[in-house]
């Protein structure tokens, strides 16, 4: 899916600093709230939000909320991956999604390995909404790069250097209002006989849309940068 939008600023006004003099008085050594991070750890959304209604500066945060700042960022450079907790979603939203997902792509996949043409899927607009089918794409090849880099045994990737076509299905919709100068105008493409399709994207894109912008926020706070660093490029 493609995760485009534009908000509003969260938060509230800040005291400008230097972001050096930020991190120094957030996150020095002595501030640090643990560096204890041998088990990846459920970042709590909640406590982020709440501190950020009742209108607190970021240097007024308590450590609860720098703690779950701080996971944001140790995860990054740990783990490469986040576990979220966030009080927006529910479940019965993540299931009513998948299920549209799995009733979609059986029956496209019927009708496509079957030789019957699928009006969703839209080469013509290369791909960019609507069904990409298995076989289509295929990352860039970098393995000249990587062996110039003459990284260790320890560090070398685990996939193929040599890309490979991608075995996946994917769908593409645009979330949330187009930003001013996007590249592309090409239409929604919504799928015959889902009449609720346009409702149930939408929903389940919006809400993951809301959580990777309060994680980038979150993301800069634990780096000790200011809170729009990330948000301000999204």
């Given at each position: ?11 509230c ?5 230097s ?5 120094q008085?957030?996150?020095s ?8 991070f ?32 701080q ?24 299931e ?28 013509e ?33 685990e ?7 991608d ?39 919006l809400?993951m ?26």
């Open positions: 899916m493609q995760m485009q939008t534009n908000i509003s600023n969260m938060g006004a800040e005291n400008k600093e972001p050096s003099k930020l991190r008085r957030l996150y050594d002595q501030n640090v709230i643990t560096n204890d041998s088990e990846m750890p459920i970042i709590d959304l909640d406590v982020y939000l709440k501190a950020i209604r009742t209108g607190n500066n970021p240097s007024d945060f308590s450590d609860e909320v720098r703690l779950e700042c996971k944001v960022t140790e995860c990054f450079h740990h783990f490469g991956i986040l576990l979220i907790r966030d009080p927006r979603v529910d479940m019965e939203h993540n009513e999604y998948i299920d549209l997902m799995e009733e979609y792509f059986e029956k496209t996949g019927e009708l496509f390995y079957s030789g019957e043409k699928v009006d969703d899927i839209k080469a607009w290369m791909y960019q909404v609507g069904a990409t089918p298995e076989k289509i794409e295929m990352a860039r090849d970098h393995s000249d790069l990587i062996q110039n880099l003459n990284f260790t045994a320890d560090n070398m990737p996939s193929p250097l040599k890309p490979i076509l075995a996946k299905w994917r769908y593409m919709w645009k979330i949330g209002e187009r930003p001013e100068g996007a590249a592309d105008d090409f239409p929604q493409v919504i799928p015959r006989d889902f009449p609720d399709w346009e409702e149930k994207m939408n929903k389940w894109g809400k849309n809301q959580a990777i912008f309060t994680l980038a926020e979150m993301a800069a706070l634990g780096m000790g940068v200011e809170r729009e660093t990330f948000t301000k490029r999204m």
